[in-house]
């Protein structure tokens, strides 16, 4: 029996704030692992054509696939669901498999709000989703595969979590090939992805990385991540990376050793990352410097010691200041990712926080919303005090309230935010500063700039005009 796999990155829903589209890993770990075992495997990435449901359906029934596998994030869950149906609509003998972080907590529960689908994929799904492919081609039962949930004499059944891989260079590496690489192209260059690492040391109780890829910080090489750097600098001309690492640096000694190799094998390339405050030096960040990293994200979170504490993360706002001060010192860029509205946040420790970025100066900020995805601790936290307010799952795009904060109201939230956006960007040193940066962020800020000026100007016209400024 001959296979035909189909994975489909589903579109974001309509109205919700999102980021540019970027290729999706976890889809091109699955396509390489399927190819190198020499299965007939293509993409359908709604987000990076821009597809429409109608657009992905026909694309769906043009490669009538065996099998139609299906990435799902909380807030592109309902598209999931949606592509299942319309897969199933034009090709009704498919089978139709969800895999992803929000439907490994939410498995029994997809199973049953979507009749269409066949299978929930947990946690890692590269040997899972590999085995049942290899029993479907077999003429097998593949009820029985672990890391899966599915139906079996007309009832759901939960088999055991599989195992996480443990040597992730054997691994191949993403089937980038299968994208279409300029549709990824913003302000004339393409950022690739990659990740080195899966597991966290740490929980924080936003994110869901421990219970979905375990506690435990599994590495690829150094060598393995800087021959991936290099196979796509060669196939695909690649000059800017980005690592999707949650915090990059969490083993200093490895890190280090990447930029070394990136040195040694003179790749002339720049590239950037995101992690902890307290994960970094300054010997450290000035290696990352000459390798290529223009800039680091970092996790500010908040600007209170009440609430850092609160979401367990475990290290003291010293370290986010001294972090900053190191980073400039050395010649990068600084980014400042937080989070308002979490439990226990009041209008004074918000304000802590706007105050605080304002003192880091970073390049640019993000002023996230608290948003308690299944899996994470805070959803176990807000469902158990009953302050979920919103379960469509559409609106958990990281600027919407979804649940009721006791002292902190959502409209004041969304108040606060809005004025911390507008203070940072339109600052008139901050403005000036933008303005004669060059290159790939320069154009991006100018950008965030300019619309946030026109949001400001529209604001001062409703006011005016009596009405409410903030929505």
Not at 181 to 207: A, D, H, N
Not at 214 to 232: A, C, F, Q, T, W
């Amino acid at each position: 029996m001959r296979i035909h796999i189909t994975l489909v990155n589903p579109p974001y829903p309509s109205g919700s704030h999102v980021h540019p589209p970027f290729l999706p890993l976890g889809l091109g770990y699955l396509a390489a692992v399927l190819e190198k075992n020499n299965y007939h495997v293509d993409v359908i990435d709604c987000q990076a054509l821009k597809l429409s449901y109608e657009e992905a359906k026909s694309e769906i029934e043009n490669r009538q696939p065996t099998i139609v596998g299906i990435t799902s994030t909380t807030l592109t869950y309902k598209s999931a669901l949606k592509i299942v149906g319309m897969a199933r609509e034009v090709c009704p003998e498919c089978l139709t498999i969800i895999g992803g972080s929000h439907v490994t907590f939410w498995d029994e529960k997809a199973l049953q709000e979507c009749p269409e689908l066949d299978i929930v994929v947990r946690r890692e799904g590269e040997n899972t989703l590999l085995e049942i492919v290899q029993k479907i081609e077999a003429g097998k039962s593949f009820d029985d595969t672990i890391g899966i949930t599915c139906r079996k004499n007309s009832q759901i059944i939960r088999n055991p979590d599989r195992p996480y891989i443990e040597n992730l260079d054997e691994l191949p590496f993403p089937a980038i090939h299968l994208w279409p690489i300029e549709s990824f192209r913003k302000y004339g260059e393409v950022m690739f992805p990659l990740i080195t690492s899966r597991g966290c040391v740490y929980w924080c109780k936003y994110c869901s990385a421990v219970r979905m890829f375990g506690r435990k910080y599994r590495m690829r090489s150094p060598k393995n991540v800087v021959d991936e750097i290099e196979h796509l600098n060669k196939k695909f001309g690649a000059k800017r990376f980005t690592f999707y690492d949650d915090a990059f640096t969490i083993n200093q000694s490895r890190a280090k050793e990447i930029c070394e190799q990136i040195k040694n094998r003179k790749l002339k390339i720049k590239w950037n990352c995101e992690t902890r405050v307290d994960n970094v030096t300054k010997e450290l960040l000035l290696k990352m410097k000459e390798a290529g990293c223009t800039d680091v994200w970092f996790g500010v979170e908040s600007g209170s010691q009440l609430i850092i504490n609160a979401m367990d993360k475990g290290f003291k706002i010293e370290q986010t200041i001294k972090a900053f001060k190191w980073a400039k010192e050395v010649g990068l860029m600084t980014f400042a990712d937080t989070m308002l509205g979490f439990p226990g946040e009041t209008r004074e420790t918000a304000w802590e926080t706007i105050k605080l970025v304002e003192k880091l100066d970073p390049d640019d900020v993000a002023y996230y919303i608290a948003t308690p995805y299944p899996g994470t601790p805070l959803y176990d936290e807000v469902k158990d005090n009953g302050w979920l307010q919103i379960t469509d799952f559409d609106k958990y795009d990281t600027a919407t309230p979804t649940f009721t904060n006791p002292k902190l109201e959502a409209n004041e939230l969304r108040e606060i935010r809005e004025k911390a956006f507008q203070r940072f960007y339109l600052r008139p040193k901050y403005m000036l500063s933008v303005f004669v940066k060059s290159g790939v962020y320069g154009s991006a800020l100018k950008r965030l700039v300019l619309a946030h000026l026109l949001r400001a100007v529209k604001a001062k016209l409703s006011l005016r005009r009596g009405r409410k400024t903030f929505r």
